[in-house]
C-alpha cells in the first residue's frame, strides 16, 4: 500500500475515532480540474464554492502542492524558471472547494517592473474575493522566514483572511535537521506581530506527497468550515 493510501487511512479512522463528521470528507478518491486562468474580477469564476488562495515565492512549490492534492502528475504546470505563472489559476477539487494558484511574489530576477504589476492583481482578489476564505502561504523550508514574508502575513490579518502556512520540501532534510528546522521556523514565526492570523503551521513535501491529508485536513477545518 502506498504512503498515500495509509495517511488517507490514518486521517479517516482518526475522524472516525474522534466522531469529528465533516461536511468536507477528505478521501482517497477526490478529483481534481482546472477551471480557468484569470487577471481580472469579472472573468474569476463564480464564487459559489469556498476558496483557498496558494501564495507562496517562485519555486516554492505552489503547482507541486496542486498536483499533489488532485494526485495527477501535470494538472498544474510545475516551472523550473521563476515567475512563469502571471495569472490566477483557478483549481475545482472535488467540487468542493476552489484552490487558486497564485504568482510567485518576490521576483528578484525580473525587477520592480513585474513585481509592481503582480501587486495589483493579487491586492485585488486577496481583499474583494467574498468567497475566500483563507490561504496558504507555502515556502521552501530551506529558505529564511523574510521581511516579506512577515509583510504578507500582515496584510493577510489586515483583511481577515486566516493562514497556513506550509513549508515545503522536508525530503530534503534528514531528520534532526527537520527538528532544528521547525524549532527555528516556530520561534521566527511566533516573533511576528500578526501572528493570530496564523491557523496553521504545516511541515510538507509536495514532491513525495508526505504531509498533504494533514494540509487538507487542516484547510477544511482550520480555513473553510471556521
Ligand atoms: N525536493 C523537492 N522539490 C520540490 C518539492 N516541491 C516542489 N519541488 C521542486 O521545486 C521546483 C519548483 O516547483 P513548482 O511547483 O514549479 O513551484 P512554484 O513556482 O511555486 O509553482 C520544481 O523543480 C519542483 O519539482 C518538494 O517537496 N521537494
Ligand atoms: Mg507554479
Redesign the pocket.
Known amino acids: 500500500m502506498s504512503r498515500r493510501s495509509d495517511e488517507v487511512n490514518a486521517w479517516l479512522l482518526k475522524a472516525f475515532l474522534s466522531g469529528h463528521h465533516s461536511t468536507f470528507e477528505v478521501n482517497a478518491s477526490m478529483s481534481a480540474k482546472f477551471i480557468k486562468s484569470a487577471a481580472e474580477q469579472k472573468d474569476y469564476p463564480p464564487p459559489s464554492r469556498p476558496e483557498i488562495g496558494i501564495v ?1 515565492r ?7 502542492l496542486i498536483n499533489a492534492i488532485a494526485k495527477q502528475k501535470n494538472l498544474a504546470h ?3 524558471k ?1 515567475g512563469k ?1 502571471d495569472l490566477l489559476n483557478f483549481y475545482d477539487i472535488d467540487s468542493k472547494f476552489t484552490l487558486v494558484d497564485m504568482p ?1 511574489y518576490g521576483y528578484a530576477r525580473r525587477g520592480h517592473e513585474v513585481r509592481d504589476k503582480w501587486t495589483p492583481m493579487i491586492e485585488s482578489y486577496l481583499q474583494n474575493r467574498e468567497n475566500l476564505k483563507g490561504v496558504v502561504l507555502i515556502m521552501d523550508i530551506k529558505r529564511h522566514w523574510s521581511e516579506d514574508e512577515t509583510n504578507l502575513v500582515r496584510y493577510l490579518a489586515h483583511y481577515d483572511r486566516p493562514v497556513v502556512v506550509v513549508f ?2 522536508i ?2 532534510l534528514n531528520k534532526s535537521e527537520l527538528a532544528t528546522l521547525q524549532r527555528e521556523k516556530a520561534r521566527d514565526l511566533a516573533l511576528i506581530k500578526a501572528k493570530k492570523a496564523i491557523s496553521a503551521i504545516i511541515y ?5 506527497r508526505i504531509g498533504i491529508i494533514e494540509l487538507l485536513r487542516t484547510i477544511f477545518e482550520k480555513l473553510i468550515q471556521s
Open positions: 507562496g517562485s519555486n516554492s512549490g505552489k503547482s507541486t510545475v516551472s523550473q521563476p505563472t510567485g515545503n520540501k525530503d530534503k510538507i513535501s509536495a514532491d513525495r
